[in-house]
């Protein structure tokens, strides 16, 4: 799943190309994707309309159709946005697509488990994912203090914590494994159970983890910002290698078929034993 640094870059990217332009045909071999409440006909409907700026929503990318339209996408699991020539191969994952005079949009999905409204501006407060997020991950302002607070009313294991968008929106399963290595807290620590410190630790790395990997995004994803980049994680998915910080070997689980990558060694405890 494409997690905060990688649509900022997939955002910024689209920006410099389809901000300001029109769409002047349209597309779906698989219209059922897209959840629309403002036309029946998604295809029709969108043809003619203009691409504002493109925003971002915690994992929600929000592409202004002026006038009164709004496509958002939540590409959850399997989706992807490509951006390429209208000549370019088609994907058989191919759902719809957006076509300006020089290039199109293509929204892929691998097994249809992206979230796509179509809507008018005044109805974006019928999404509920939008409105019921917490802050968002890269958001500076956000203090110690109040990230302590937030984080209070949940007392269960700290990696299901941060993935929460509930709590923090913007991360999941591979950046929390990052964020917790880098902090050296075991992603099976009860939050509860973290001191002060510990805790400190975990914030600290939140922003130093995604500044430091949305600069190697961002030089090595466009323009196929349909692929995504992670082989330069330090631990998500590097079980049985060496930890880059101890040369422990990295461990790895995959409890509810979700991989968790933790070194023992940087970041004991935790996970009981049996
Ligand atoms: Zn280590």
Same mark, same amino acid.
Request: proline residues 6%; aromatic residues 8%.
């Given at each position: 799943?494409?997690?905060i640094?990688d ?8 920006n410099?190309r ?5 769409i002047v045909r349209?597309?779906a071999?698989?219209p059922?994707?897209v ?5 029946d ?9 203009t691409f504002?700026k493109v925003l971002?929503v ?9 006038? +009164? ?7 959850m699991?399997t ?5 390429c020539e209208?000549s370019?191969r088609?994907?058989?994952r ?8 020089d290039g199109?949009l293509?929204?892929?999905?691998d097994?249809?488990m ?5 809507v008018?501006p005044?109805? !974006?407060g019928?999404i509920k994912?939008?409105? +019921?997020q ?6 500076a ?12 009313p949940y007392t269960?294991e700290i990696k299901?914590v941060?993935?929460?968008?509930k709590? !923090?929106s913007g991360?999941g399963?591979?950046y929390v494994?990052e964020? !917790?290595?880098?902090?050296?807290v075991?992603p099976f620590r009860k ?9 400190r630790?975990?914030? +600290? ?6 500044n430091?990997?949305?600069?190697v995004v961002r030089?090595r994803?466009p323009p196929?910002?349909h692929?995504?980049?992670r082989d ?5 998915r590097k079980?049985g290698?060496?930890?880059?910080r101890?040369?422990a070997t990295v ?9 968790t990558?933790?070194?023992r060694a940087?970041q004991?405890g935790?996970?009981i034993?049996n």
């Amino acid at each position: 799943m494409p997690e905060i640094l990688d649509l900022e870059v997939v955002k910024d990217f689209l920006n410099e190309r389809i901000a300001g332009r029109k769409i002047v045909r349209a597309e779906a071999p698989r219209p059922w994707i897209v959840r629309s409440l403002a036309a029946d006909d998604f295809v029709a409907d969108v043809t003619g309309r203009t691409f504002g700026k493109v925003l971002r929503v915690g994992k929600d990318l929000l592409f202004p159709l002026d006038p +009164d339209r709004v496509l958002v996408t939540n590409l959850m699991l399997t989706g992807h946005l490509q951006y390429c020539e209208a000549s370019a191969r088609r994907s058989k994952r191919l759902f719809f697509l957006l076509g300006l005079d020089d290039g199109e949009l293509r929204y892929l999905d691998d097994r249809q488990m992206g979230l796509i409204y179509y809507v008018r501006p005044d109805q !974006l407060g019928e999404i509920k994912r939008l409105t +019921d997020q917490g802050p968002d991950a890269l958001d500076a302002k956000l203090t110690f203090d109040e990230f302590k607070a937030n984080i209070r009313p949940y007392t269960g294991e700290i990696k299901g914590v941060l993935a929460r968008g509930k709590f !923090l929106s913007g991360i999941g399963n591979a950046y929390v494994d990052e964020i !917790l290595w880098a902090a050296r807290v075991s992603p099976f620590r009860k939050r509860k159970d973290l001191s002060d410190e510990e805790l400190r630790r975990v914030y +600290d790395a939140i922003p130093e983890v995604l500044n430091e990997a949305i600069e190697v995004v961002r030089e090595r994803m466009p323009p196929n910002i349909h692929l995504k980049v992670r082989d330069f994680l330090k631990v998500h998915r590097k079980g049985g290698e060496p930890c880059p910080r101890c040369g422990a070997t990295v461990s790895e689980i995959t409890p509810n078929k979700r991989i968790t990558s933790w070194c023992r060694a940087c970041q004991p405890g935790g996970l009981i034993k049996n």
